[in-house]
């Protein structure tokens, strides 16, 4: 029987946050102020595959990624882009729902190991979104402090060396599969795959 973790490691969005529901919501009410019809799940199909090419190349402000994968999506769907889009984008995120199981799980977690996030974000956006989300995090690990995204395993080893843990010792749990369960189990975290989507795991395993 393996032996409770020292910490726990989640992504977060997505995982702990609803992301799925509030990028549609943010794009329904973009479409609704100007009368737009478009194939919402075709552009948020679209604006990830995007994202997910954007993450791996030189390191910009996620919000950044988000306004070009956005622009990306819109221009592939034949949709006017607006500058003011992707800015309302990222402005929108701190408010998306969180999962009602997630305050729950995360406290009675926290009675036996150490909490910690680690997200493809910007500082300051994940600042709000945990005050949101209601529980105390030992770490938290951005993207902007890594200097990189995930799938890099840089994000993974700085939590490491921050937790003072070792692999085996870290439970790292996401719905992000490609993002996320490929780099931290070549460095031999222990994963737990969130799989809410019910996709076919892929992605280098």
Known sequence: MLEKPSAVTFDCYGTLVDWEAGITEFLEQVFRERHIKANI?????????????LVQGAYRSYREILALSLRGAFTQSGIEYNENDGKRL???????????????ALERL????????????????IEKTRTKIGV??????????AGTYKPSAKPFELTL????????????????????????????????WVNRKHETMSGGL
């Not at 909490?115 to 956006?125: C, E, F, P, R, V």
């Open 110 to 125: 926290a009675k036996h190991s150490r909490l910690a996030i680690i997200s493809n974000i910007d500082t300051d956006i």
């Open 41 to 53: 799940a075709e552009v948020l199909r679209v604006r990830e595959g995007l994202d997910f090419e």
């Open 136 to 145: 105390d995090f030992d770490l938290v690990i951005t993207a902007q402090e």
């Open 90 to 104: 990222a402005a929108s995120v701190p408010e998306w729902p969180v999962f009602e199981e997630t305050k729950p």
């Open 161 to 192: 060396q921050k937790l003072g843990c070792r692999p085996g010792e870290v439970l790292h749990v996401s719905s992000g599969f490609r993002y996320d369960i490929p780099p931290a189990s070549r460095l031999d975290f222990r994963t737990a």
